[in-house]
Every structure is written in C-alpha cells, then in structure tokens.
C-alpha cells in the first residue's frame, strides 16, 4: 500500500516545473533524472529541516539560516544530508533577499548526497512556485480522473461482449500496461491477458479460456507469477477477516488480488511494471465486473431467479417464490457508503463483497438480500444494518430491522450492526399475543415518528446527539418529540422502571 503520508494526489514531475517559462527555474546540481517527482512545496529557513519534513517535498530557502563562515565547514554537508535523510525530493534556492548567488559549497552538497538543486531567480516568489506546484497537481489529478473514466467506460464495454472475461482481462492489462490473471476457485488460472508468464504463447495457456497476448503487457517471470499466486491466496476467502485486496512487490514488479464478490472462490490477480494513483480504481472496477460475470447467477440459478421475480410481478406470494431463490434463511442488509452519493457501481461492489446479486439501489442506502449462511462482514467505505435470518415471509420484517440496525450503526459510529438475537429472557413468560396487546394498549397514544423516536432514543440511553443521529434531525427535535411522548403517556421518561416498560411494548409492538 502506498505510504500514508503522501497525498492523494499525482505527483509532479519536476521536469514540468522546470519547463515553467513564467518561473525560470534552474537546475544547477544533482541528478537530472526523469523520474524525479514532488508531492508539494515547503518554505522552510530552519537549519535542520528534518522534523518539519514529510518526504516527496520542493523545500525552497531563502539561505536565512546560513551562517557566514558556513562555507568553510561542514554546514552545507549537513544541511543538506538531512534533507536527503528525511526523503526531500529536491531544493530550491532563492537568490533574493540575502544571496545574490547560491553557494558554491551548497551545489558541491547537493552534487554530493545526489539531491536536485534549483536556482530561483529574484523576480519568481516562492509563493508563485507553490502556486505552480499545485497547478500541475491540478492538471495531473484530472488527466488522471479522465484515464480511470475511460477505463471504466471501455471495460464496462469489454463486459457486454460476447467472450466478456476475456475481454475485461484484456482491457484490464492494456490500461494497466501489466498483465491480468482470472484465478479459479482451486487457485489454478481459468483466464489471462497481456504478455504470457515465460514469453509461451497462447498456446501454453491453461484449459478454459485461452489466454490472450495484449500488446501493452509486461511479461512476468516465475518470481512473479509465484508471487501473485501467493498473493491470490492471502485474499482467497477462507473465514472471518480474511482481506478482499493485497498489494506486493515482487522483482520490481508490481503485485495486486482482489477476491471477487461472488463468493465462489474466484480472484483478480494484476502484475505490472508500475503502479499509478488510478491503477488501484481500474482493477477494482474490473474485479467488481468479473464478481458479477462469475457469479452464481451466471449459471443455472440465473434463470431461477428471474423466473422468482416473474411470479412475484405477476402476484405470487414471496414464500412461494423463496424455493426458486436457495434454501434457507435470509438476511436483509442495509448498507450507507460513507461518501456520497451511492451509484450502481459501488451498489454492485457491494452485492458482490457481500456474496449476492439480489441488490436494489435506493437514493440514500443499497438494499442486499444475502443468504443466511453467508455472515456479512464489514465493508470498507460502508456503514451496514444486518436483520436477523428470516423467511421469506418475515421479508418485510427484516427489511425494517435492517433500517434500524443501520440507524444503530450510524449513531455509534459502527462499521456494521446486527438486529439483536433473540435469548431467553423474562419477556418470555408471556405469550406473544398478550405482549402485543399490552403494548398497543400502551402505545396507543403516540403516532408512529414518535414511536420511532422513543425507541430510537431508549435504546441509544437517553443520548440525544446520538439518537440525532440516528433519526437524521437536529437533536432539538429529539428533545421536542421525547418531551411530547412523556405528556402523551403521562410518565416519567427519567424513571428507570418506566423506561424498561416502555422498552418492553416497543419491542413487542413492532412484531
């Protein structure tokens, strides 16, 4: 994975800079490598830059610092071995306001400790070369936007052909300019494009599809293909906590699995030469393609479940269409994506990490229906409700606890919370008939937003920033429609005992 402390953001290479007109920067030490980038520009007149630098930087000085007997020492060795050290990409001297030329141990430094040197002329601020910076930065992270909305937009087209994995390996490679693997459930390859492992043609490609040499790949070698193999491995699932994606490096060789969605045991596996900012959005797009290309509904149980939306359109009753679905319980999963707004895409993604294609996209949360033996896990970038296992005529039910786990879960700030189970309890010394009827009784007064409330509210303890939250209103309102419930029923809401009462009828009310 990248380091944390770079941003996400394409780096700029500092040639760009360099060819500014408007700036008239000069290199006049250090590599003049190609490859050379920088992440941002930091001013900085400390002696010791090191504390105040996170690597990747343009560090510009105006030389306050420098003593006047530093060229007969070693203050420039140090000065700029500690800028080396805390991984600054290049410096930038000023020849205004104290120096009229950079000095010449300082070049003798940098030529040393292999660090770019720059000459600013007197007329370019260093506010005027942050501003550049960013510019650039600007200009990379668009053309960076539009490669990955290409990328979507020809693998989303590869998906409609008529050889459709194939066709998204081969468009995944060439994006990437590497090589994209399809992983069979055993771990053997079922698909592959770009370059073939060991220069074999297509001929030496395992059964299944036939694997296709793409003019951009990168042909990787037996460190490599063993070391995807690894990888595809680590993210494979085989229980709790096992990851969805793994990234590694292997003789220079970029390295990535993704484990497809649809839980049968499939994974993407991508090797290339490089690894851009954008590579990581385009393989995920690809992975979530080929979920839903290898998923179950792509065999026989497709058309069971078309045939089971068919009868329900045309009025059958959800528990007779439930046998054309899998046997079993169900789970109803509510999901919110943490940055909005949720489109069919990221609703599929979802789908397929939670193992189901049974999805409905709503304009604020994405609807699954999973099979009960399928435990969704937390999702990255989601915040999720799970109802308890049910059947398919509880479906209405479980869809309501869903909603209001995933209320719980934004209240807590919780990735993912489940409908509680149910245990034997007090509660069970009644019959379910009485119970209902001694909370209808008791909750006649209060129409269903304050029902809702009171029970949001009881079971966050009283908090009235949380069950805000939960409700999404201002916690004023909260206040309003508490205060209106306890003159509605004529109670103490702060007495422990009327709260378990309360609690009690709201919880056999909702059955």
Do not use: K
Not at 133 to 147: D, N, S
Not at 149 to 164: G, I, K, N, V
Not at 359 to 371: F, G, H, S, T, Y
Not at 447 to 454: D, G, K, Q, R, S
Request: overall charge negative.
């Amino acid at each position: 994975m990248p380091d944390p402390a770079v941003p996400p953001t394409p780096p700029v290479a500092l040639s760009a800079l360099l060819a500014r007109e408007d700036l008239g920067l000069r290199q006049i030490a250090g590599p003049t490598d190609a490859n050379t980038v920088i992440h941002w520009a930091h001013t900085s007149e400390m002696a010791d830059p090191y504390p105040y630098l996170l690597g990747g930087e343009l560090l510009l000085s105006a030389g306050v610092h420098i003593p006047e007997a530093a060229g007969s020492g070693t203050y420039f060795d140090d000065y700029v071995s500690r800028i080396v050290a805390a991984g600054g990409a290049a410096l930038g001297f000023g020849l205004a306001p104290v120096h009229d030329t950079v000095p010449r141990a300082l070049v003798e430094a940098c030529d040393t400790y292999g660090l770019p040197l720059l000459e600013v002329p007197p007329q370019t601020t260093f506010s005027g070369v942050a501003r550049a910076v960013w510019q650039l930065m600007a200009q990379a992270r668009h053309a960076e936007l539009r490669r990955v909305t290409e990328a979507q937009q020809s693998l989303a087209a590869a998906a409609s052909r008529p050889d459709p994995v194939r066709a998204v390996l081969r468009q995944l490679a060439q994006r990437i300019g590497g090589w994209a693997v399809l992983y069979g459930p055993e771990g053997a390859e079922s698909a592959s494009a770009g370059r073939a492992p060991d220069g074999q043609g297509p001929e030496a490609a395992p059964a299944g599809w036939a694997a296709e040499i793409a003019t951009a790949g990168r042909e990787p070698g037996d460190e490599v293909r063993g070391a995807l193999v690894g990888l595809a491995a680590v993210v494979r699932p085989s229980g709790p906590g096992t990851p969805t994606s793994a990234t590694d490096t292997a003789a220079g060789t970029h390295l990535a699995a993704y484990a497809l969605g649809a839980g049968q045991g499939f994974v993407l596996g991508v090797a290339a030469p490089h690894r851009d900012t954008g590579d990581h959005t385009i393989a995920s797009v690809a992975a979530v393609l080929l979920s839903l290309l290898t998923g179950e509904h792509q065999s026989g149980s497709g058309a069971a479940r078309s045939s089971a939306l068919v009868r329900l359109l045309l009025g059958a009753e959800p528990e007779a269409v439930a046998p054309l679905l899998g046997s079993g319980g169900w789970l109803v999963v509510h999901g919110s994506p943490d940055a909005q707004p949720c489109d069919p895409v990221a609703a599929a993604a979802l789908g397929a990490a939670l193992g189901s294609p049974l999805v409905d996209l709503a304009r604020d949360v994405v609807r699954v229906l999973v099979p009960a033996d399928r435990e969704p896990a937390p999702q990255p970038g989601w915040t999720l409700g799970v109802s308890a296992p049910a059947t398919a005529r509880d479906w209405p039910a479980a869809d309501t606890q869903a909603a209001r786990a995933l209320s719980r879960a934004r209240a807590t700030r919780a990735p993912l919370h489940r409908h509680g189970t149910h245990r034997p309890a007090l509660t069970d010394l009644l019959s379910p008939g009485e119970a209902e009827a001694h909370a209808r009784a008791l909750l006649a007064p209060l129409t269903p937003p304050l029902a809702e409330t009171l029970r949001t509210w009881l079971s966050l303890h009283g908090s009235w920033d949380r069950t805000a939250v939960a409700l999404a209103v201002h916690r004023n309102t909260v206040r309003q429609r508490v205060a209106r419930c306890a003159a509605l029923l004529g109670t103490d809401l702060d007495d422990p005992d009327v709260r378990m009462e309360l609690w009690f009828a709201l919880r056999h009310g909702e059955r």
